[in-house]
Nanobody, 122 residues
Framework: QVQMVESGGGLVQAGGSLRLSCAGSGRTFTAYNVGWFRQAPGKERDFVGIISWNGGTTFYADSVKGRFTISRDNAKNTVYLQMNSLKPGDTAVYYC???????????????WGQGTQVTVSS
């Protein structure tokens, strides 16, 4: 079983930056690809991006490409989501999720964090 905890959410003005952290459990977490998803009120949960187990490869949704960057420090069992040039449309609960595949599908991720709220004001 993999457990993860997100942190770093909060309120930020449009154009600002925020870094989210996803702290995972032990070496098992280190072996998984980690995706980031977000869910706005009344909307479905959408794919944001993914990083490979060793941090060597990333892929992003078009909506965030060029603004968001995913990285990981496996020595600390932590994955990061650096969010720059934030827009009000980025407001959502952000989740990290662990899985073995390379996929944007929510269903393909077995383990999820509790989520952290990001609010971007205009």
């Amino acid at each position: 079983q993999v457990q993860m905890v997100e942190s770093g959410g909060g309120l930020v003005q449009a154009g600002g930056s925020l870094r989210l952290s996803c702290a995972g459990s032990g070496r098992t977490f280190t072996a998984y690809n980690v995706g980031w998803f977000r869910q706005a009120p009344g909307k479905e949960r959408d794919f944001v991006g993914i990083i490979s187990w060793n941090g060597g490869t990333t892929f992003y949704a078009d909506s965030v490409k060029g603004r968001f960057t995913i990285s990981r420090d496996n020595a600390k069992n932590t994955v990061y989501l650096q969010m720059n040039s934030l827009k009000p449309g980025d407001t959502a609960v952000y989740y990290c999720a662990a899985g073995t595949g390379w996929t944007p599908r929510e269903h393909d991720y077995a383990y999820w964090g509790q989520g952290t709220q990001v609010t971007v004001s205009s």
